[in-house]
């Protein structure tokens, strides 16, 4: 009998260990101290199947498939992917479970993550047409939903919070279609008007010498006239030809296989930690800016999304971008660039990392998601939070006056 007992307790024992780490499967991170890659075999966590990556917060398939990828998949990539997609995902939520103490990121249902997913997202009825615009290069976070009663019975679906990751896709980045002003015409345009206000000025201070104080003036008047117009057309030239560069700072071909980069899954993971305040559905730079700050934060390196070797070859973003603020910053064209970001890093500096970390969360509940901007909207935002967080309101948000003054605000 007492045998009997102790294989009863053996398996109880085995099967609570299987229940909380499952089988080892090779993993993509960045070296501590570099932004370099390496595979790392890595146990996966609390999964609820023997089998498949089907697990308690997060069941990864392919497509638009209802089953979980099997440990088994004969598709090395797919597996891979998976075992990639459930491993840092994981990552993701211990982050806001124990380091954020997100009350949301505790209580989420199992979210369903996608891979090689490359349906348009569609609210009415969860997949778009497999030949309505195949997506490619990117990944994005999907809300729960349900297609209304008047859609015939066999296309009815409900789903929960999902995440997708698209597939990789080489394409001219000339394809890409219109991307905005590059950096170096940006900095410019900011430029220009300051100096075309400073020649205007100096030339009518020049028109008051030349008609109170003749005897003073050194030099002809149609001199001062030409050398004035003439850093005017400069000015304009170089603005104008400035368009030109985007050689400059892309490349010429454009790929991201969004499901290898670690912090595309914690971005994405934050999304739907956010969205009680701020909707998935809206890519603005207040949004991106935000789930972008979370993914620096977990990833505790300066810059995220830098290049992984026959995955990624996407820019980086930089937490300390130096550039001061352009209100071409508040267009959804420039959803994706890193000033957000270096706003809210800026702010976390300020503050130190716990009392940053807190505030900027707290800081959602002050945001609209569609109409909220980065020079009002969120500075205001991280103000109020500063309120309900700091432990010295009126002396940190005096600090926090001058990060935002430092920042051309």
Not at 261 to 290: K, R
Request: hydrophobic share 35%.
């Amino acid at each position: 009998m007492k045998i009997y007992l102790s294989v009863v307790v053996a398996s109880f024992i085995s099967f609570s260990a299987l229940a909380d780490v499952g089988p080892s499967f090779k993993v993509l991170m960045r070296m501590p101290g570099s932004y370099k890659t390496f595979y790392k075999k890595v146990e996966m966590p609390d999964l609820e199947s023997h089998n498949s990556f089907d697990g308690k917060y997060f069941k990864i398939v392919k497509g638009k498939d209802k089953e979980a990828v099997s440990f088994e998949e004969k598709d090395e990539a797919i597996l891979q992917k998976a075992a990639n997609a459930y491993w840092h995902l994981n990552q993701a939520r211990d982050f806001w479970v124990y380091k954020m103490q997100s009350e949301k990121a505790e209580s989420l249902p199992k979210i369903t993550v996608r891979l090689d997913i490359t349906n348009q997202y569609d609210e009415l009825g969860h997949f778009a047409h497999d030949n309505r615009a195949p997506q490619y290069n990117n990944a994005l976070s999907i809300p729960e939903g349900e297609t209304p009663a008047w859609v015939p019975a066999n296309r009815q679906d409900k789903w929960g919070q999902e995440i997708w990751f698209r597939p990789k896709k080489t394409i001219l980045t000339k394809d890409l279609g219109p991307m905005g002003p590059n950096p170096l015409t940006v900095s410019l345009m900011a430029l220009e008007r300051p100096l075309i206000n400073y020649t205007a000025n100096q030339f009518n201070q020049r028109l008051m010498q030349q008609f109170f104080y003749p005897a003073y003036v050194t030099r002809p008047l149609h001199e001062d006239l030409i050398r004035y117009a003439g850093t005017f057309a400069l000015m304009k030239v170089i603005v104008y030809g400035s368009r030109y560069t985007d050689n400059l700072f892309i490349d010429k071909y454009y790929y991201l296989d969004t499901v290898m980069v670690p912090e595309v899954a914690y971005h994405e993971y934050s999304h739907i930690i956010l969205s009680d305040h701020l909707e998935m559905s809206h890519s603005t730079p207040v949004n991106e800016g935000m789930a972008d700050y979370f993914a620096a934060v977990q990833s505790e390196k300066r810059k995220i999304y830098t290049q992984v070797s026959g995955f990624s070859n996407s820019a980086p973003k930089d937490t300390q971008e130096k550039r001061l603020y352009s209100h071409w910053d508040e267009s959804n064209r420039f959803a994706t660039a890193d000033f957000t970001l270096s706003v809210l890093w800026d702010v976390r500096e300020t503050l130190g990392e716990e009392v940053g970390d807190r505030v900027i969360y707290q800081s959602r509940k002050y945001l609209k998601t569609s109409s909220s901007t980065i020079s009002d909207g969120l500075l205001r935002a991280i103000l109020k939070a500063c309120d309900d967080i700091c432990d010295y309101p009126k002396r940190d948000k005096l600090k926090l006056y001058t990060t935002f003054g430092r920042k051309g605000f």
